[in-house]
């Protein structure tokens, strides 16, 4: 074997150990964002839509994140908002207006209607049949105008719930302009708060950095919260 075949041959074996040794000891990078329910408490969750309209979603380390800088962007806030899930969520000026409106019509309906035979007993305690069936009335939509508020308040109480972190963003990645800031959004178990959602962008934060003594209590975010 001549001396020019014998380095060429050495040269390639030379390149090669480097080559593995390079692949050995490139380090290895871990998947961003939670990887189970055990770590997702640590993570605040963005879903955003893009310029050419996709949604897409992003999970950023507590650390990566500063909840002041949002702040001024959140205005006035309050729980509540259209969120649509199995029904649709009101304020508390959204649910009296409804059931003003379910008073209305109760009201309308029952004076136009004749008194009922079981309610005979208000035609003793009143001077005639019209005042009789007014007071029966006003007994009976009082009835229906609390169990109207009582609903809604019930509905306005339950917070949004999720088995898995997968089918959480799916939702969330369709009804994003629904959702108002202060939303409870529970998902594996995990309490998230929504602490913006405007302009396309929604973020939520899990409970853990809101009960911080690091986040400084500003108003409207304490009305959120509360």
Request: with cysteine; aromatic share 6%.
């Amino acid at each position: 074997m001549s001396i020019s075949t014998l380095l060429r041959k050495l040269a390639a074996s030379s390149l090669g150990l480097l080559l593995v040794s390079c692949t050995a000891t490139k380090p290895v990078t871990t998947a961003r964002g939670p990887t189970g329910p055990h770590d997702l408490g640590r993570f605040v969750l963005f879903v955003q839509e893009t310029p050419d309209g996709r949604v897409t979603h992003d999970w950023r380390p507590l650390e990566d994140f500063d909840l002041k800088q949002y702040q001024d962007q959140l205005g006035p806030v309050g729980i509540g908002g259209d969120i649509k899930r199995t029904s649709t969520l009101m304020d508390d000026d959204q649910i009296g207006a409804t059931c003003l409106a379910v008073w209305e019509q109760c009201m309308k309906r029952c004076n136009e209607s004749p008194l009922p035979p079981h309610a005979d007993h208000y035609i003793a305690s009143y001077r005639s049949a019209r005042a009789a069936l007014k007071a029966y009335c006003t007994d009976e939509c009082r009835k229906e105008t609390d169990d109207c508020r009582r609903k809604f308040k019930r509905q306005t109480a339950e917070a949004l719930e999720f088995r898995a972190a997968g089918e959480a963003v799916d939702w969330l990645k369709r009804h994003k302009e629904e959702i108002a800031v202060g939303t409870a959004v529970i998902i594996t178990g995990v309490v998230f708060y929504v602490v913006m959602s405007s302009g396309g962008v929604l973020i939520l934060a899990p409970a853990l950095l809101l009960t911080s003594p690091d986040v400084p209590a500003e108003p409207h975010l304490a009305e959120a919260f509360q």
